[in-house]
């Protein structure tokens, strides 16, 4: 499994990072590196092993369906870039 | 005073001999005196700090003290804190002030500490050497030109140089540890689930734990009492009694079975480390611990396992940075996408676009099978080791790291080199299972070793207890740096 710099430039996108040619180059080589060390999963064999995605097997807790937060607009605005009235502001999505 | 455990300062503050605002202002000055070098802190604040000693003070006075009020804690700053900026090492969050402080910080709050300060680390823990940090690289108080370890370096290093008698750290796959060992002090990442994540920025979600760092087996353990219990807020918090950690403190060490796993006693570890590691099994041994040859044969499979499960994670997580809630915003841009990914691109620094690439890489369309859920089916293979090798020992002994603090600048430009640096702390994160470090002497250039203790699950209390009983046997957790 060899990585590509089209790869590169294709992940950067879909990571919505800005990317330099000379910065997706040098990625390249080391993802190539890091590449070379995750193929070592390659050599076992885990046929019929039941994939983990936690250390510790829990259950989802459920609650009511009630409100338990408090308004709390203007605190968690506090840091954030542009605000005006509230809202958060982005460039213009729709003409 | 700057030497004493945390059981006398609590004496000494619970008899009027020191005041908490003393306290304080003494771990302050020595911050201030250090920090210009040391590098350890990222934001400190006095007026902060002091306001809170005064508040413990008058608990103190008012007879409503619990065993900790009154000393000073460095959290790490990844830790989220209301009033004080927590920029998880980056550019992206350098201006940050949470609205609300992580459950963490809530416990220690209750229990009347003193937050003196937030300790630097890697920028988002992605690290093992505390060079990623966009403040600035952290000194090893032992060596000026060496590393402290990473990510919890700044916490490591600030204990080593006794800036704090305590800190906080979290440890994704080795991050409380590695730097424990690299700076000599003592470090515990305790059970997945155990210590809420809630308010405690997200890297890697299932591997991810809070946990205490500090001079000592028995220090950990209160503070462990402290940062631990159920919080609904963390959906992975285990609901479990309160428990007291240093209940075993004083327990002998009579026919305690400790494991030797043989794959991390062979290739890569450095001669000066198996020796001291060597030298504290003969103590072990002489306490009345019991030796037993075990094997965790997927063990080294936990490193590409690990560096494909953590950037898949942090890709995830680190997705919510987009400049227009918190974080960076780039100054200049075009559209919202421009704005995303210029934002993006300035606010993060190398490494951490390293670990996003990687991970939107193995999650994406194609390669989810060959590398996402492959390395959660060795996840699980990893788990079975120590399910059969905890049938045979009660704990596994061995080196925290395969050598002592490296070189700063040593292995910064090749990532694999660093990333291997966790080989023997990784797999105690795949697993959830518990597992600290202590110091247990010197190797190459002076610099100190760390042995690492793996129990099984929610085993701690006798953890500390192991580690506690070879405390009270060595000396190695009471040296410090020269110059200090």
């Given at each position: 499994m060899s990585i590509e710099l089209k790869d590169v430039n294709h992940i950067a996108n879909l990571a919505r990072i800005d990317i330099s040619p000379a910065e997706a180059q040098a990625a390249l080589a080391q993802l190539t590196n890091i590449f070379a060390l995750i193929e070592e999963m390659q050599t076992v064999d885990t046929t019929g092993v039941e994939p983990m995605s936690h250390g510790i097997e829990v259950n989802q807790r459920l609650r009511e369906d009630r409100v338990t937060e408090t308004d709390q607009r203007e605190a968690n605005q506090a840091s954030a870039p542009q605000v005006e009235a509230g809202l958060y502001l982005v460039p213009k999505v729709i003409e | 005073m700057q030497n004493a455990s945390l059981k006398q300062l609590s004496a000494a503050l619970a008899a009027k001999q020191i005041s908490s605002v003393e306290l304080t202002r003494l771990f302050l000055d020595r911050i201030k005196a250090l920090n210009g070098d040391l590098n350890a802190f990222i934001t400190v604040d006095e007026g902060f700090s002091l306001a809170q000693a005064k508040a413990a003070d008058a608990r103190l006075a008012a007879g409503t003290a619990d065993p900790l009020t009154g000393i000073p804690i460095a959290h790490k700053d990844i830790f989220v804190t209301r009033g004080m900026r927590t920029t998880c090492a980056s550019k992206m969050l350098e201006n940050y002030v949470s609205p609300y402080d992580a459950h963490v910080i809530e416990q220690f709050s209750a229990a009347g500490t003193v937050t003196l300060g937030k300790t630097n680390m890697d920028e988002f823990a992605m690290g093992s050497s505390n060079e990623t940090s966009y403040f600035g690289k952290v000194k090893n108080p032992w060596a000026r030109e060496a590393v402290p370890g990473g990510s919890s370096g700044g916490a490591a290093a600030s204990l080593a140089a006794r800036m704090a008698p305590a800190a906080t750290g979290t440890d994704t796959g080795g991050s409380i540890r590695q730097p424990a060992a690299l700076c000599g002090v003592s470090g515990l990442k305790p059970t997945y689930g155990t210590v809420s994540r809630f308010g405690m920025i997200a890297f890697a979600s299932s591997l991810d734990q809070g946990g205490p760092m500090a001079k000592s087996a028995e220090d950990l353990g209160l503070l462990l009492n402290v940062m631990t219990g159920f919080d609904p807020r963390d959906s992975t918090s285990l609901e479990r009694d309160k428990e007291d950690y240093t209940r075993d403190l004083d327990r002998p060490l009579q026919g305690l079975r400790i494991g030797l796993p043989k794959e991390h006693f062979g290739e890569g570890l450095g001669a000066d480390v198996a020796k001291a590691i060597e030298a504290a099994l003969t103590e072990f041994k002489k306490l009345g611990a019991i030796i037993v040859d075990i094997s965790l044969p997927n063990g080294r499979l936990s490193v590409p396992a690990y560096y494909v499960i953590a950037p898949a994670e942090a890709s995830s997580n680190l997705?919510?940075?987009?400049?227009?809630?918190?974080g960076h915003r780039a100054p200049e841009y075009g559209d919202l996408m421009d704005m995303y990914k210029k934002s993006r691109a300035q606010g993060f620094g190398a490494e951490v676009k390293r670990r996003i690439l990687i991970g939107t890489y193995v999650l994406s369309h194609g390669y989810y099978d060959a590398y996402y859920l492959k390395a959660q089916k060795l996840r699980r293979l990893i788990a079975q080791d120590f399910k059969a090798a905890f049938e045979q020992c009660d704990l596994i002994l061995g080196p925290t790291s395969p050598s002592v603090a490296f070189d700063i600048g040593a292995k910064a430009a090749d990532p694999v080199q660093m990333y291997l640096n966790d080989i023997y702390t990784i797999a105690a994160n795949l697993a959830g299972l518990p597992a600290m470090s202590i110091p247990c002497g010197f190797g190459n250039h002076g610099r100190p070793v760390g042995l690492h203790i793996v129990g099984n699950y929610f085993t701690e209390a006798r953890m500390l207890g192991a580690a506690h009983q070879y405390q009270q046997a060595t000396d190695w957790h009471t040296h410090q740096p020269q110059g200090i």
């Open positions: - | 997705s919510r940075f987009d400049g227009v809630r918190y």
